[in-house]
């Protein structure tokens, strides 16, 4: 089940560590109807064939009944940019990096807090397991390691 942005609220107000959503720093204007739009973290050009990394301004922290799927929004998707890899595992903490690919034929030019990328939330069913990897309270744009 997606969650709504109602549903995005209760998780985020919510008191319990099991169900609590940490979205820092949060912004009104970013919550959509069922998605919440990450920032950019930083100034930065994407140049035309090139994967960059770009760290989101939030750091979001999962609960383990939450997972989340990550899309680029069609405003940027319709100049040419690619989202690469696209799933948060649930007990998922840090900022997440963005892998963008332009494949348009103008550079993008990216000003920190622009939104970019919608991270949509799912609940889990059955859960119980975290996110344990080396990506856990990642800071900044992150390498692959």
């Known amino acids: 089940m997606i969650l709504s942005a109602h549903q995005i609220e209760e998780h985020r107000t919510c008191t319990d560590p099991e169900r609590q959503l940490i979205i820092t720093p949060f912004s ?9 739009d990450l920032r950019a973290g930083e100034d930065i050009v994407l140049s035309c064939g090139v994967c960059t990394l770009v760290p989101s301004l939030e750091r979001v922290e999962l609960p383990p009944v ?7 929004r069609s405003s940027f998707a319709r100049r040419g940019v690619l989202l690469g890899g696209g799933f948060v595992d649930p007990g998922f903490r840090g900022q997440l990096t963005l892998a963008l ?4 034929e103008e550079e993008v030019v990216l000003k920190r807090g622009d939104r970019v990328v919608q991270i949509i939330f799912h609940q889990v069913s059955g859960g119980g ?17």
């Not at 397991?129 to 390691?145: L, M, T, W």
Request: glycine content about 8%.
């Open 66 to 72: 939450l997972a989340a799927v990550m899309r680029c």
């Open 101 to 104: 690919t332009l494949l348009g």
């Open 129 to 145: 397991r975290s996110y344990e990897g080396q990506y856990q309270d990642s800071q900044g744009a992150v390498q692959a390691k």
């Open 28 to 36: 009104e204007a970013s919550l959509q109807p069922a998605s919440y």
